[in-house]
């Protein structure tokens, strides 16, 4: 018959008696500790000499073949630096959808009677998303239409599948062709438009939220100082400016001190061979 767990323990470390009943007996316990076990490399041996359990007792305590005590998992939640609560507490879900195409509904472009191009949400399941990809498909352009450049915070990725694009961004256009992709700053004035006479086909994801900027190499020259360099009128620059003079007097008062002590040695010299 199987023991139920101690109260006091259980109070202790805030967790359920039932909860813990239903969890104690089942495998997921045993997942849990071979998971905290192989992430930090530990093989069974040496996990017994930290917690005075045999290798054979962990191995079967991992399959789910023996149930532990509440002791036991102490012990193991010890050497993990982890509370007793964690074994018991329900395990986060990882993220993952999958959007069927046939499930997929087909918009066209918003605020305009004679739409240039029709999209697909390809990740409309998800939640609070930070990516938005998208399959659109461009229409050839009537002449005399002009797109609108539109902008938004965090970046941009195209990848042409069929047909011929013409992307602006800023004052620069470009045609890409089939298999061709573009990576930018979407804070930039930007548009796309089919540029070919058949309909254009391609995959666009984009980023909505404001990220931190690219970090700049500064790269530096051959053969120049190693030292931190301050631009001209800056804060730095006063502080190192200040810091010079203060540098200068200390070395000279070395100096001083130094030259003192020399004719101090010099003259007790001279004194001891005229006496």
């Known amino acids: 018959m199987k023991k139920k767990p101690p109260p006091g323990i259980l109070e202790k470390h805030q967790i359920d008696p039932e909860t813990a009943e239903s969890f104690i007996g089942e495998k997921k316990i045993g997942e849990r500790i071979k998971r905290l076990r192989l992430k930090k490399s530990m093989g069974l ?28 998992l102490a012990r193991i939640a010890m050497v993990f630096s982890k509370d007793l609560s964690y074994f018991f507490e329900p395990e986060p879900r990882t993220l993952f959808r999958v959007h069927r195409q046939s499930e997929r509904v087909r918009l066209p472009q918003t605020g305009v009677n004679d739409p240039t191009y029709f999209f697909e949400s ?28 539109h902008v938004h915070p965090g970046f941009e990725f195209l990848y042409v599948l069929t047909g011929e694009m013409e992307i602006r961004h800023g004052s620069q256009t470009h045609i890409l062709a089939p298999g061709d992709s573009v990576y930018f700053d979407a804070g930039t004035p930007h548009s796309y438009r089919c540029s070919g006479t058949e309909v254009s086909r391609v995959m666009i994801v984009t980023q909505h939220q404001a990220v931190a900027a690219h970090p700049s190499m500064h790269l530096r020259p051959l053969g120049t100082a190693l030292g931190p ?10 502080q190192k400016a200040e810091q010079e003079p203060r540098e200068s007097s200390a ?16 003259r007790v010299a001279m004194e001891a061979k005229a006496s």
């Open 122 to 149: 390809l990740g409309y399941l998800v939640p609070d998303r930070t990516l938005d990809p998208y399959l659109a498909e461009f229409l050839p352009l009537k002449k005399n239409v002009e797109v609108r450049p």
């Open 45 to 72: 041996v040496e996990m017994g000499k930290h917690t005075g359990l045999s290798a054979s007792f962990l191995s079967q305590l991992e399959t789910g073949r023996v149930v532990p005590t509440l002791r036991n």
């Open 251 to 266: 070395t000279s008062q070395r100096t001083i001190v130094q030259r003192t002590g020399r004719l101090r040695e010099k």
């Open 229 to 238: 360099t301050f631009p001209a009128g800056t804060s730095m620059e006063r």
